[in-house]
């Protein structure tokens, strides 16, 4: 019986293998790299870490990323909220289409909107701003917050809304103060799949930025091509990505599990 | 029950103008270059349907349309049943059980391109580790930049490692919600591992699963950056899928008006197989 504990464990073996990689590849100088093959880095150096927090355009990438995934993640949960709500509770006119219609809008291949959005955003004078990246990301990842706070809205009985009432609370008031806590495991993991998914999305962020809010993923590609191929480089800021989200998940680990078995997403 | 109330539409508006506005707007672009020709100065020329015509009728697109289906038939085939086996095995409680989870998310976390170029670098001959082991050790002759079947392989590992937690995840959290009474009677009535499974786990996990199916058929139909960066679609043309063509028509050859309509007929294509998967497998709760 304790033999079954080797599946998950051999597992996560497998997933860390190629993040060990990454993350000894950056402790190595590019040369030792290209040079050949060694399971631990030789020459251990901290220069790539040390490129990139001194030269601005690497840190800022970094900075540039958080605020439109942070932004991205506010919007998206914020307006998810009262749709959500009204999904799980109301019946009104059209309501199951246009559920069905923002699940469609997941399924539109990013690349097929590069273009015309960086079209659009030109049009409306934010092109290369934190917001249109914020604005383009809230397309995926709106319909997938409604989805999953519906889940979890629809688990909650209905007696507490009306209990509320009884007890002579405002709407505003009892959506604030007594729904949202009710539901806040709901909200950390819908916040969660936004940050994810709104970080590790590449083609619109680049799409839609120029020089001021470049991600840091674009500095790396453009690094790639003009610099040649500072691999040493390149992993040590890999690695450097991998550390936003793991925060993230640390502080929603509890309710990734405990919240998709209680909502009925 | 849900009661009847028309006002909820004004719950529902933020959203319906924040997606409204980032999907019809770019959608009716894309309409727009499909019937039509351009040649550069904004000139445009009314074409009506011959792009849809030629796209559906061009080798090329179905060639890439059969990788598409392949790659995502096989990463579906591979990832869902152990996802399920890795969840199934997982302990229900205790203090691992968070470490496991933050572990297993770890690779979803990672940007697209980033985790194309490590497993670009990770699967190298001679520098890999990967690559190094299988070439080595092993003493497979291995080269995804020469041997088209070790590009699919690599490409599907990678994806395997990259997805195959977001299964898990979500059966998981299905496998906690059953209360112990369940198990309890069925061990009373002497059933099976595999009737423990069948009759008891498996539907709990049904809605769970339903997700997590759709997820990854959506997210895999539509991959992009990933196999772009670890192979660039070739060796030739055999990791080309879908979307990596589409983008060579788009903006490598600038031929906006076969691209726009080949992006509509993807678009439909997903939406058909998105359509069918969630009625056959909601199916059930109807009757």
């Known amino acids: ?254 309710y990734i599990a405990k919240g998709f078995a209680m909502g009925r997403v | 029950m849900k009661t009847e109330n028309q006002k909820a539409w004004f719950f529902v508006l933020p959203v319906l103008i924040l997606v409204a506005f980032n999907a019809l707007i770019p959608m009716m672009t894309v309409v727009n270059y499909s019937v039509q020709e351009t040649f550069g100065n904004n000139q445009f020329f009314w074409e009506g349907l011959t792009w849809f015509e030629q796209i559906l009728r061009s080798e090329r697109f179905h060639a890439a349309l059969g990788r598409q289906f392949l790659f995502t038939g096989l990463i579906l085939a591979i990832e869902v049943p152990l996802g399920i086996a890795i969840a199934l095995s997982m302990p229900r409680s205790g203090p691992w059980v968070p470490v496991c989870l933050v572990l297993m998310a770890l690779p979803m976390l990672i940007p697209w391109n980033v985790v194309g170029a490590m497993w670009n670098i990770f699967a190298l001959p001679d520098i890999g580790l990967l690559g190094y082991f299988v070439n080595h050790t092993l003493g497979i002759d291995y080269d995804m930049t020469q041997n088209p079947l070790a590009a699919w392989v690599t490409i599907i590992t990678m994806d395997v490692w990259h997805w195959t937690s977001l299964v898990v995840l979500l059966s998981y959290a299905g496998l906690v919600s059953i209360p112990d009474a369940y198990y309890q009677a069925a061990k009373i009535d002497g059933a099976s591992n595999w009737s423990v499974f069948r009759y008891i786990q498996l539907p709990k996990m049904k809605n769970v699963l339903t997700i997590a199916i759709l997820l990854r058929f959506m997210d895999s139909f539509n991959i992009y950056t990933e196999p772009f960066v670890l192979t660039g679609g070739g060796p030739g043309n055999s990791t080309t899928l879908l979307s990596i063509d589409l983008v060579k028509i788009a903006l490598g050859q600038f031929d906006l008006g076969p691209a726009a309509a080949m992006s509509l007929i993807y678009f439909a294509i997903t939406l058909f197989v998105s359509w069918l998967f969630y009625t056959l497998m909601t199916k059930d709760d109807l009757n």
């Open chain 1, 1 to 254: 019986m304790k033999l079954r504990f080797i599946v998950p464990l051999v597992y996560i073996l497998f997933l860390m293998l190629p993040i060990y990689w990454l993350v000894a590849m950056s402790f190595k100088t590019t040369n030792e790299i290209l040079a050949g093959f060694s399971l631990f880095p030789q020459t251990f150096t901290l220069d790539a870490y040390k490129t990139i927090f001194t030269d601005p355009t690497w840190y800022w990438g970094y900075i540039n990323s958080i605020i439109y995934v942070s932004l991205n993640t506010v919007i998206s949960v914020a307006v998810a909220l009262p749709a959500a709500y009204a999904f799980s509770r109301y019946r009104f006119l059209g309501d199951k289409q246009l559920f069905f219609w923002l699940l469609t809008n997941r399924m539109a291949p990013a690349a097929v909107f590069a273009l015309p959005f960086f079209q659009l955003y030109s049009a409306v004078g934010i092109f290369d701003t934190h917001l249109a990246v914020a604005l383009a990301h809230c397309l995926f990842n709106i319909p997938l917050a409604v989805w999953i706070l519906e889940g979890f809205m629809g688990g909650v009985p209905k007696e507490l809304d009306e209990t509320a009432y009884v007890d002579g609370y405002s709407f505003p008031r009892f959506f604030v103060s007594i729904f949202i806590p009710t539901i806040k495991a709901g909200v950390g993991v819908a916040a969660f799949f936004c940050f994810m998914f709104s970080w590790v999305e590449l083609l619109l962020a680049k799409t839609l930025t120029a020089v001021e809010a470049k991600p840091i993923a674009a500095t790396m590609t453009k690094t790639a091509s003009s610099a040649g191929y500072e691999l040493g480089l390149l992993a040590a800021a890999g690695t450097l990505t991998i550390i936003p989200g793991a925060i993230v998940i640390y502080f929603v680990r509890n």
